[in-house]
C-alpha cells in the first residue's frame, strides 16, 4: 500500500492478491493467481457531512439560564411525604423518604435524574465500606434484593423532583450510628427525552 498527496487530491494505492488454494484434490487448481490494482482519489478540499449535527435553537431565556447555578437538594422526608423529616434516627425495617430537588426558578422547565448514590460512614463518597444505593446510570440496585422494598415513587409529584424509598441498613461489622448518602443528580430539558 502507498498513498500519495498532489495538490487537489489524496491517493491511495494498494493491490488486491489472489492465490488460489487447491480444493478437494491437493495435487490441482481450477483459477489463476491474479493481481488486482486498487486505486483511490479523494478531493483534498470538499464539504464533508454525514448528516450527524442538527443544533437546535433554544429559546433565550433558557441560553442565558444556563449560565447560573443551580440550586440541588437531597432531604430526609417524613412518611407522607408532605414536610421534611425532623429526626434523622431510624430502626432497622424502617424505610427512609428521600427525595432530591433542582430549584429550576427562571430556567425551562427541568426534570432531575439521581445518577449514582452511595452510602458511607464517612462524607467521604469514595471511603469504604461503601453501599451503592442508585448506580448505573440511576438503576435503584438496593431495590433488586428480595428482602427490600426499594423503590422510586411514581409518579413523580414534579418533573423537578425524585422520591425514593430505601430500607434502613446498617454497615455489617460496624457499630456508628451515622450514615453519609451522598447522590450525584443531572437534570434535563423537561421535553427532552432521557438518554
Known sequence: SSFQMTPDSFVYKT??????APSGNMVIVRTNPAVVPIECHYPRKSNVSGNA???TWAPFHSTLSAEEKLM????????DWSAERLSNGFQLGESLHLQADV????????RLFVDDCVATLSPDRNSSPRYALIDLSGCLVDGRSDD??????SPRPRQETLQFMVDAFKF??????????????KVSPADQAPN
Do not use: Q
Open 15 to 20: 493491490s488486491l492478491f489472489y492465490k488460489p
Open 53 to 55: 449535527v442538527r443544533p
Open 72 to 79: 440541588f437538594s437531597l432531604r430526609l422526608m417524613n412518611d
Open 103 to 110: 430549584a429550576s426558578g427562571d430556567h425551562v422547565p427541568l
Open 148 to 153: 427490600t422494598t426499594s423503590a422510586f415513587i
Open 172 to 185: 455489617a461489622g460496624d457499630d456508628r450510628n451515622m450514615i453519609y448518602i451522598t447522590c450525584h443528580l
